[in-house]
């Protein structure tokens, strides 16, 4: 029996992926507690030395601090398989409801940046490849390598504060526009994060189109498609830039994973309400159940996206389905 | 011989047609979109960009800056601060101090209505009072209250309060946010969602972590409030405000950054720099090692020129300051036992403590606390390096070091303290034997307590003021603690916002008499 299900590999990926959130879970609620202070200290700050010992107590039954730590711990957990993701006191909304109203925000921040990512870092991995060590070749590299040491806040800043220094544009400093309730401002309002963020990954797909590319072309394959005489553009867009996908869906679905993950600095300056504010603002008050279920629904997505990025292995490469 | 790749015409065309989707969606507003304040009429409406959402809508609890701003516009308190900081009358008329100053009679306003439309009462008010006093309230003004023993309704717009001793300082204290009126009927549950005062303006919605919109209270009792609506919008960080700002989607914030003040600055926005109450110490615990001696503590007092740290960790933005910083109370800076920066008293302290080799005193500061904290410990340092003084600096973590002055764990601490106009509600808490800061300030004395305990007793201006130069002088001449320099605040408008007051407790109370055309 236990070796039947050893062998199916979707029990078996399912298993792993609640351990690694379950470890997941474990790891955030006791990293959290390493951190000083709690909600009472980050709430009050230096005004908490004011408190009595009875206000003190009052306030720790309040955000339930009084509990034993085990106890704080399996509550929340039992708590989260009845769909009770905890309760923020400073935004006094359920983090159900938070990570609901956040998580699109950043998914579709994500979606903009990979978007951007791949139309820029693709068909400069390819312009690269196209001729090693030309100048070509040079001025892929150093936009790749701009993009990699390019600090996002940095860029972030400067396009913000130039664009509405200069122009008057910012529409991030207008209030956050849901996609579906003003779709023009939103579109706006993720132009210039997706730009930041897509330029900043775009180095790594461009640097991984480039090497996948050159590796393909050496194919004993290629020169007899060559010698077939099929097509340049035919030959580099199925034959070549076919063969050479499995790593950058590899690389994709990495930087997408990450992304869910909340980009943190671009949300802060873009002013967008993601799921990476909410996990640092929870940080700061040290609102455990926020930052603890945030995180655990940030890994979720990204178990899912690696999922995913198998799965579309099986589409793209006829070797993976055959095996 | 190698195909190379071309870089074809379809490529170009997808980047291209990235750039114009992209260039199309943006343009289709014009740059700098009239944010909804620009369309409103009457007084307009307003949007103040605020770095952070507030963490509490009660106002009892809220001691964040932010918390404080919006609740401040929202409830009302039984005393004001008027713009100058004098204690002025708001849901209470008046308030009389019987011959012995034991008991206070204050006579509510008539006529007040919570947003809700109940009516205001001095059942309210001794519900609210005494609900500060109780421990399971846990509100943070609670202290303010130690010398109330008693609160009473004589009649619906009257209350008693009977004190166990004289206490000039109450109706300063009365004036914090933290001592709200609420209604009776309330709960903190309640109010935490659905905020319910008596201020100029009325809470209206609220988007978690984005915004906190208000509306003109209508019902008001003091003047009609100017403004529409006033919406907080969060904008994380600074630099985006001025953004923000400079777009014209948001018409006013408050820094305290110079640098980010000096970048806001433009034609259509100017900055008012305001001198603030709060306060930069090199906090000193005279319980510990060597601090415990006063000649050691004069010798760091004495090896410090203050304006060199002000210089250099603030760019000059501020003032030198003694321990009272309060307008009608101000400390004089020279009459403190060094008044300039002097190393030959400080090597004669130093050896008068037998310490002529010198001394190390571990001390805390905070990193991201406030911008200022890590550049002068640095420059402390230096400056008590050259008067043997070692200064064994432990940058910590903000969490950390609030959990470390808390317990009152350090010799010293770079900090920056918050002020208050009254000079008892200020530096009574910390430097009386039965303060409750006290384990955190690291020093008292008989003297002290009996001039505090002499200025609640006096409610004569001019008495009070000279007692409180006594009070600094103390602890000037104890080097309890060594006072540094405030800070300026700087509100940046644009030029349609006109009638806005910044305060030098920070205060934006005189959004009720702002306009925005």
Known sequence: MLKTFSHNSVVHRIGAAALTLFGVAIFVFIMLRAIPGNQITAGLGTEAAALTPAQKLALEQYYGLDQPLVVQFFSWLGNLFTGNLGFSSRAQQSVLDLTVAALPVTFELAIFSIILALLIGIPLGMLSASKPDSPRDALGQIVGLAGLSIPAFLLATALLSGLASSLGFNPNGQAF????????????????PSLVLGFGIAAPIMRTTRTAVLEVRSNDFIRTARAKGVPPRRLQLKHVLGNALVPIVTMTGLQFGYLLGGAVVVEQIFSLPGIGRQVLLGIQQKEYALVQSTVLVIALTFVIVNLLTDLTYRLIDPRVRAS | MSHGFRFTRGAVSALGIAAIVSLAVSGCSSPGTPAPAESAKSGGSLVVGVTSDPDTLFPWKATQFQAVNVLQNVYGTLTEFDGDLNVVPG????????????????????????????????????????????????AVSR????????????????????????????????AVINMAMLSSDDTEEALNTTPNGTGAYSFDTRAANQSITLVKNT?????????????????????????????GNVQMAVFDDPLVAQTAESGTITIAKTPQLSYHALQLNATRGDLTDVNVRLAISCAIDRQEVLDTAALGEGEVTGPITSPAYKSDTDARPCPERDLKKAAAYLAKAGKADGVTIKTIVSQGEYATSVNESQNLKAQLAEAKITLDVE?????????????????????????????????????????????VAGYSS???????????????????????EKVSAELEDNAAWVWLFTSYSYTATDSAVQGFVPMANGSLQYLRTTTVN
Do not use: C, H
Request: no cysteine; charged share 20%.
């Open chain 2, 143 to 174: 202290s303010a209250l130690a010398s109330v023993t008693a609160i009473e309704a004589s009649d619906e717009n009257t209350v008693l309060l009977t004190l166990s001793a004289p206490d000039a300082a109450l109706p300063a204290s009365l």
């Open chain 2, 219 to 247: 019902a008001y009792w003091g003047d009609e409030p100017t403004l529409k609506s006033v919406e907080f919008r969060v904008i994380p960080d600074e630099s985006s405000i001025v953004s923000a700002m400079q777009s």
């Open chain 2, 446 to 468: 008989p003297e002290l307590d009996a001039l505090f305990a002499e200025g609640r007793a006096s409610s004569d201006p001019k008495d009070r003021a000279a007692i409180y």
């Open chain 2, 395 to 439: 940058t910590l973590e903000s969490g950390a070091y609030v959990d470390r002055w808390i317990a009152g764990d350090f010799d010293a601490a770079v900090a920056l303290n918050g002020g208050r106009p009254d000079p008892d509600g200020m530096y009574g808490r910390y430097f009386t034997s039965t303060g409750n800061l006290n384990k």
């Open chain 2, 91 to 138: 849901l209470a008329e008046s308030w009389d101090a019987s011959e012995d100053g034991l008991t206070v009679t204050l006579k509510l306003r008539e006529g007040v209505t919570f947003a809700d439309g109940s009516t205001f009462g001095s059942e309210d008010a001794v519900s609210s009072l005494t609900k500060i006093q109780e421990q399971a309230t846990a």
């Open chain 1, 177 to 192: 526009a849901p996609l579906f309730s003003d779709p023009l401002l939103n579109l706006q309002q993720m132009l210039l």
